[in-house]
């Protein structure tokens, strides 16, 4: 049987079957939770290990930088190396850094941990383009966009997931968790991911040094870059700070937190919704509105006491599925570009919303520290609003 599966996986795939977008689907949102358990449990983290608030900040930080590194130099291997020998390397690597967190006890040890955490996930990005090679050109909006709502549950889950668990059996019992899945995961993607030899023919470095070329010849890709960046700087401010509002602010218990954190979960709708008007054109309008109801999606905040806890709740599905919308669109034409080169396309894109999303994180402490959660609105509709303006003034 086993080895019928791997002849399967071994065998050239035209376009994927429901089945395997399913799968894929699922994989990406499982790799890339990897990177939020620690979000909602940090306050627990730093008690038992002995760090400071400050310093216990920097976890969300240092993962997304980790994730950002991983997408910059590991990602346009994938139009270079064999994409199903990618994902395993960076599966194992995954694996060891999960059960590394889970039984560390030194501050520096952890935090050195999350950023390889980070690292070792972005084999999500290396199945997106291969999903995205795999799909016809008709349905290729609507494959990715499917695939990204399993990334965005991953992201979205990842916290109610990790505070449950938490509560019940330890912050150490989230990454012995994350482990096992990985564990799993790795097995199954031996056995079913089909291969592909990438075409392009280059060294290491060249590959790195042609990236540069891409951003500078190719408009497009630095537009959605920026749109996207700005969008998911806000997400990430939202979602690294919201914990903190409910805890002090409505003395929420961890458990609480992770109810409130599966209302963003309804904004993966967005994700094949989103395909669908991409491979139809609409995607210059469905930008206009992703970004500008992302902006207004803070209205409620900046009106805090009418509307407490329902006012975060608007906007956090609101502003999840205006984000999933445009990074779904921006998948969508950046892939459209060049097929020899959608690596090291996808690795710009997504390089450039992770340094967006943590400059979003690691302001968000400081943010509700000096001003509150006004600081916290205003900051989180100010990043699309920028992204709106570069939009409709892009020549």
């Known amino acids: 049987?086993?080895?019928?599966?791997?002849?399967?996986?071994?065998?050239?795939?035209?376009?994927?079957?429901?089945?395997?977008?399913?799968?894929?689907?699922?994989?990406?949102?499982?790799?890339?939770?990897?990177?939020?358990?620690?979000?909602?449990?940090?306050?627990?983290?730093?008690?038992?290990?002995?760090?400071?608030?400050?310093?216990?900040?920097?976890?969300?930080?240092?993962?997304?930088?980790?994730?950002?590194?991983?997408?910059?130099?590991?990602?346009?291997?994938?139009?270079?190396?064999?994409?199903?020998?990618?994902?395993?390397?960076?599966?194992?690597?995954?694996?060891?850094?999960?059960?590394?967190?889970?039984?560390?006890?030194?501050?520096?040890?952890?935090?050195?941990?999350?950023?390889?955490?980070?690292?070792?996930?972005?084999?999500?990005?290396?199945?997106?383009?291969?999903?995205?090679?795999?799909?016809?050109?008709?349905?290729?909006?609507?494959?990715?966009?499917?695939?990204?709502?399993?990334?965005?549950?991953?992201?979205?889950?990842?916290?109610?997931?990790?505070?449950?668990?938490?509560?019940?059996?330890?912050?150490?019992?989230?990454?012995?968790?994350?482990?096992?899945?990985?564990?799993?995961?790795?097995?199954?993607?031996?056995?079913?991911?089909?291969?592909?030899?990438?075409?392009?023919?280059?060294?290491?470095?060249?590959?790195?040094?042609?990236?540069?070329?891409?951003?500078?010849?190719?408009?497009?890709?630095?537009?959605?870059?920026?749109?996207?960046?700005?969008?998911f700087a806000s997400f990430s401010l939202f979602w690294t700070s919201v914990p903190l509002e409910l805890a002090r602010h409505y003395h929420y218990s961890q458990t609480q937190i992770a109810l409130f954190a599966l209302v963003g979960a309804i904004g993966a709708v967005a994700a094949p919704i989103s395909g669908r008007l991409a491979d139809a054109g609409h995607t210059r309008i469905a930008s206009l509105f992703a970004m500008s109801f992302a902006t207004l999606s803070f209205l409620p905040n900046l009106i805090h006491q009418p509307f407490g806890v329902l006012g975060l709740v608007v906007t956090g599905i609101l502003l999840d599925f205006c984000v999933q919308m445009n990074m779904v669109l921006g998948q969508r034409e950046i892939y459209a570009l060049d097929a020899a080169s959608r690596g090291r396309l996808n690795a710009i894109y997504m390089t450039s919303i992770f340094v967006g999303g943590a400059i979003g994180s690691s302001i968000a402490g400081l943010l509700y520290a000096n001003g509150g959660w006004e600081w916290i609105a205003t900051a989180g509709a100010t990043f699309p609003l920028l992204a709106l303006i570069r939009f409709l003034t892009k020549k």
Request: with cysteine.
């Open 1 to 231: 049987m086993m080895t019928q599966v791997q002849v399967l996986a071994s065998a050239p795939v035209a376009g994927l079957s429901r089945g395997m977008v399913i799968f894929f689907a699922f994989c990406c949102g499982a790799i890339v939770a990897n990177i939020y358990y620690a979000q909602p449990i940090i306050e627990l983290i730093a008690s038992d290990i002995g760090m400071s608030s400050a310093v216990a900040s920097l976890i969300v930080s240092l993962t997304q930088i980790g994730y950002a590194l991983g997408l910059f130099f590991l990602v346009p291997l994938t139009d270079l190396v064999e994409s199903r020998r990618l994902m395993m390397f960076t599966a194992v690597v995954s694996i060891a850094s999960l059960t590394a967190a889970a039984m560390v006890h030194q501050v520096n040890v952890f935090l050195a941990v999350s950023l390889l955490i980070g690292f070792s996930s972005v084999s999500v990005q290396i199945l997106i383009p291969l999903a995205a090679h795999l799909a016809p050109e008709a349905t290729r909006g609507r494959t990715v966009g499917s695939i990204m709502g399993g990334l965005l549950l991953g992201i979205l889950l990842a916290r109610p997931l990790s505070s449950v668990i938490a509560d019940h059996f330890g912050w150490r019992a989230v990454f012995v968790m994350a482990a096992l899945v990985m564990t799993g995961m790795t097995l199954l993607f031996w056995m079913i991911i089909p291969t592909r030899q990438p075409d392009h023919k280059a060294t290491y470095a060249g590959l790195l040094r042609s990236l540069l070329t891409l951003v500078k010849t190719m408009p497009v890709l630095r537009q959605r870059a920026v749109y996207q960046a700005g969008m």
